[in-house]
DNA sequence: ATACATACC
DNA sequence: TACTGGTATGTAT
């Protein structure tokens, strides 16, 4: 049932994928998280289930209507089609692990991970022959892999070799994208045409300089827009390139097979509701188009139709304009072994404030609303978030929010407890202020972005509207073109030394391994990971549950809000015509 | 604004 | 024995 550690993912050919099944299994049974897994698949199990109740609701006659209204949808997806960029993705091999080797060549030809007993970021690919992988328990890879070795993770020499390979990107697209620490986009569209080159050459280029320059391996996806430059990456790992032919016959022999799961914004989810319609490969998403507009919302929609036709971003996204925040969020967690006693509980709150007011101080943040989350002992989770009417950014601020938020949810057994802050206020920029550009990154996370990657959602239930309907709407003409009012300028910050949620309520009527946590670095990128999420379904609630990553740094960053998704022109959407409702 | 789910590195 | 931490987005209420 537990298909995350044997899918979708470089250096797992030739792996015994059944034995690593049994292996998890059999060290994960009757554990409170193996409970929790079992919970969530049961989740997903009713969600389709549901699906396939409204799948057999819809008539041919709303079937025909829907196809037309995706047949539009296309239509209008593919005017935005622009094959005249090349982009790279760049993206290093066994990342952490490959960076502990260049200070111990004996790993190199060990099996080895980083990470400890606990978790793992990641292992180099001699483990992954046993099927080590990322985001697995270290107790498990080592069942998998008894002389599996571990390192301990060292971010400063992430960041080093991370550094040093912003600087050769910057010689191909001063603009270049972060995805991550390992990762980068760029449009080396210009480089390509002053230099009489080929995306092709170009990646060659950057591969021998990180070689040369870096001393790691990385490998490197090439293609019309970022969508396949990504996907293409993953295709020839470790230490390869591969090209996806900018021409239409070219794009569709790539995509065409492309298992949905190699879409990045579709995982493990989104995987099993689409399979359960007969969806596997890209493909598919073209082919059942009429049937999913009835499942799914319009921007998953979107994305899936956009994924189908190899449509990516082209153009970079707008960077971060002058005062404004880079980030729209920033946290701390940690996982410690059980524990329910107030005290214990509170003095938890307490060290994450003083935590997360210093990370805050770091960048000169203040912000408003201050989220709690706890993982109980059954790896169940919940949040509870309180918006102030002050910016506040004090510990003693951030300690008296967490702690009032704490005491509503007690009592309670937990093994995780965080504090994320958002809702920033902008920052002055003072004069001669220049704000850290020290990391090697050009195009701040932007905003809108041109190109078509798009996300997608979750569950819902909005019994009122029908599927159609919504489908409909959404191909009315996006009003909200031309402008961007959003100026946010501001009135001056009503100051008071010190934040009180009392005022505002009044006003208003163990054991963690944190050894994996870094130094919070400027990072930014505009990956645009999709979320998927099936549509309405008359549905009530969803319980809880977990997420998983693992201690990395900040990567991802803005997302475009909504609507239609398009080459980079971005002209309006025609209005497709509701399909009979 | 709040809560939850999903996804990525 | 043991299952991370950080960031983002989408939807319902
Ligand atoms: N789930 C995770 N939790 C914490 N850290 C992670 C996780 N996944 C990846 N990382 C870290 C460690 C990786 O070396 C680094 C880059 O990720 P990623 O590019 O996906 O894999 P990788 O570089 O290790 O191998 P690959 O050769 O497949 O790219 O990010
Ligand atoms: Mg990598
Ligand atoms: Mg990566
Ligand atoms: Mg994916």
């Known amino acids: 049932m537990n298909t995350v550690f044997t899918n979708a993912k470089a250096g797992m050919a030739g792996v015994d994928k059944e034995h690593v099944q049994k292996v998890v299994y059999e060290m994960s049974k009757n554990s409170p998280h193996f409970k929790n897994e079992q919970r969530k698949q049961k989740q997903t199990d009713e969600r389709i289930a549901k699906m396939k109740q409204r799948a057999h609701g819809i008539s041919q006659t709303d079937l025909a209507g829907l196809t037309r209204s995706m047949d539009a949808k296309v239509a209008h997806l593919e005017t935005t089609r622009d094959l005249s960029r090349t982009w790279?993705?760049?993206?290093?091999?066994?990342?952490?692990?490959?960076?502990?080797?260049?200070?111990?060549?004996?790993?190199?030809?060990?099996?080895?991970?980083?990470?400890?007993?606990?978790?793992?970021?990641?292992?180099?690919?001699?483990?992954?022959?046993?099927?080590?992988?990322?985001?697995?328990?270290?107790?498990?890879?080592?069942?998998?892999?008894?002389?599996?070795?571990?390192?301990?993770?060292?971010?400063?020499?992430y960041t080093a070799a991370s550094r040093a390979s912003r600087v050769i990107f910057a010689d191909y697209d001063a603009e270049f994208s972060a995805g991550s620490l390992d990762e980068a986009h760029l449009?080396?569209?210009?480089?390509?045409?002053?230099?009489?080159?080929?995306?092709?050459?170009?990646?060659?280029?950057?591969?021998?300089?990180?070689?040369?320059?870096?001393?790691?391996?990385?490998?490197?996806?090439?293609?019309?827009?970022?969508?396949l430059s990504k996907v293409a990456a993953d295709m020839n790992k470790p230490d390869g390139q591969y090209v996806v032919a900018a021409d239409l016959p070219g794009i569709k022999r790539f995509v065409a097979a492309l298992p949905i799961r190699k879409v990045p914004g579709i995982g493990k989810v989104a995987e099993q509701t689409l399979a359960a319609f007969g969806v596997t490969a890209c493909q598919g998403l073209l082919d059942h188009k009429g049937l999913l507009a009835g499942l799914y919302s319009p921007i998953s929609m979107d994305f899936f139709l956009a994924s189908g036709l190899g449509l990516g971003q082209t153009q970079h996204s707008e960077p971060v304009a002058d005062g404004e925040v880079g980030r729209k969020g920033i946290s701390c967690e940690r996982t410690f072994g059980p524990i329910s006693k107030t005290g214990e509980l509170e003095a938890k709150a307490c060290e994450l404030a003083e935590k997360l007011a210093e990370e805050m101080a770091d960048e000169g943040l203040k912000g408003k609303t201050l989220t709690l989350k706890l993982k109980e002992t059954t790896f169940e989770l919940r949040t509870r978030a309180h918006t102030s009417s002050q910016f506040i950014s004090s510990v003693a601020d951030i300690r008296n929010v967490a702690l009032r938020l704490l005491r509503a949810e007690m009592p309670i057994a937990i093994r995780l407890m965080g504090l994320r802050m958002s809702s920033f206020q902008e920052i002055r920029t003072l004069p001669g202020q220049r704000s850290l550009s020290a990391f090697i990154q050009p195009a701040a996370a932007g905003s809108a972005t041109a190109g078509t990657e798009q996300p997608l959602k979750q569950q819902g239930a909005a019994q009122d509207f029908s599927i159609a309907f919504q489908h409909a709407v959404d191909a009315l003409p996006d009003e909200s073109e031309d402008e961007e009012p959003e100026d946010a300028n501001g009135a001056p910050e009503p100051h008071q030394s010190s934040y009180s949620m009392a005022d505002d309520l009044q006003a208003q009527s163990g054991r963690s391994e944190d050894k994996w946590r870094e130094a919070p670095l400027p990072q930014?990128?505009?990956?645009?990971?999709?979320?998927?999420?099936?549509?309405?379904?008359?549905?009530?609630?969803?319980?809880?549950?977990?997420?998983?990553?693992?201690?990395?740094?900040?990567?991802?960053?803005?997302?475009?809000?909504?609507?239609?998704?398009t080459g980079h022109k971005r002209t309006g959407i025609e209005a497709y015509l509701r399909p009979a409702a």
């Open 88 to 157: 790279l993705t760049v993206d290093m091999d066994a990342f952490f692990a490959a960076c502990e080797e260049l200070d111990n060549p004996a790993l190199k030809t060990q099996p080895m991970a980083v990470g400890g007993i606990g978790m793992i970021s990641t292992a180099n690919y001699v483990a992954r022959k046993y099927g080590v992988r990322s985001a697995m328990p270290g107790f498990i890879a080592r069942e998998l892999c008894p002389q599996l070795v571990f390192a301990k993770p060292n971010f400063s020499k």
């Open 187 to 227: 449009d080396v569209t210009d480089y390509c045409n002053q230099h009489g080159l080929s995306g092709a050459d170009v990646a060659e280029t950057i591969r021998r300089r990180m070689r040369e320059e870096v001393k790691l391996t990385c490998s490197v996806g090439v293609g019309p827009n970022r969508l």
């Open 524 to 565: 930014q990128s505009d990956l645009a990971a999709p979320r998927i999420a099936e549509l309405p379904s008359t549905d009530l609630q969803q319980s809880c549950t977990g997420s998983v990553g693992f201690g990395q740094f900040a990567a991802q960053k803005r997302k475009r809000p909504s609507g239609a998704v």
